[in-house]
């Protein structure tokens, strides 16, 4: 009887078990491993110790491996895409994609009027001699399970003027089929005003002000102008929307970031929608 007993005490976390490692391989299976690439490159303009300085640092976590081929292939197209714009979209090779970036920058640079000026006219040799211009871009994970990739892309970078810019890229991708996640995926039309409401209610709240009138004053442009705008990362917590420098407000409030979490917005959220292996 005891060992009954015992059996079937033991037989449910045997079951329970097998299922959390069944569970594991299926989600490890979902995850895409990473590799970092770093490139850095410093230089003064028309190659004169002199003259101002252009200091380059970009750091990438390029998709290495992934069960499905065709689609780490896709997932690499992205990646370049997010981190080089306006590179040959036929390179594929990280390393050669960066020094080809960094190659186009540097002649941006040594052909800019502005510092043709700059180097003629300034006669303080300190000044002369400043790190003049700098472009720092680095990419994080911000979910890789789940059948779900998203990353941002960071832009830090100064080219002359009062101050520097910070800009901040999200992509989510659907590792099913290597495609990117949209808004279109996720909501239906109906709902979407409904969820700037809540963009705007969860402004009002992070600024602590009580109207809409307010969140203008201190720094806000039209809030009736204020829209879903695709930037957008996932990760358990919810879906989070980026609003950069400018977008929505001058520059002194800097980057705005506003988390919508899944139990507020699962009901403007399309049934079936690709986020929910990761809602649940």
């Known amino acids: 009887m005891t060992r009954k007993l015992l059996l079937f005490s033991v037989l449910p976390l045997i079951a329970i078990m097998i299922f959390s490692c069944k569970k594991k391989s299926v989600e490890d299976e979902a995850q895409v491993t990473f590799k970092t690439y770093e490139m850095k490159d410093s230089r003064h303009l028309k190659g004169d110790a002199k003259n101002p300085l252009l200091n ?40 050669i994609a960066m020094a080809s970036y960094i190659k186009g920058y540097v002649k941006f640079y040594e052909s800019s009027e502005d510092f043709r000026s700059t180097v003629s006219d300034v006669e303080d040799e300190e000044i002369k001699t400043a790190e003049t211009w700098w472009k720092n871009e680095k990419m994080s994970i911000r979910n890789n399970s789940d059948n779900i990739l998203s990353y941002t892309v960071e832009t830090d970078q100064f080219t002359g003027g009062a101050h520097g810019g910070r800009s901040y890229v999200n992509t989510v991708i659907n590792l099913k089929t290597g495609d990117r996640i ?12 409904k969820i700037v409401d809540l963009i705007v209610k969860r402004l009002m709240q992070k600024n602590n002000v009580q109207k809409v009138k307010d969140l203008e004053e201190i720094g806000f442009f039209d809030v009736a102008d204020i829209e879903l ?52």
């Not at 780490?72 to 981190?83: E, P």
């Not at 979490?261 to 699962?266: L, V």
Request: avoid cysteine; glycine fraction near 4%.
């Open 56 to 95: 380059i640092s970009l750091n990438m976590q390029f998709p290495d491996t992934f069960s499905n081929v065709a689609v780490l292939h896709k997932i690499r197209k992205a990646v370049l895409a997010d981190f080089f714009p306006d590179i040959d979209k036929d390179i594929v090779d990280p390393n």
């Open 182 to 193: 949209t808004e279109d995926d996720l909501f239906t039309e109906e709902s979407r005003p």
């Open 229 to 280: 705008n695709k930037n957008f990362y996932v990760n358990k917590e919810g879906v989070t929307y980026t609003y950069n420098e400018y977008d929505i407000a001058g520059y002194a409030l800097g980057t705005i970031e506003i988390l919508l979490s899944y139990k507020d917005i699962s009901g403007y959220m399309i049934p079936g929608n690709p986020l929910v292996p990761l809602i649940l």
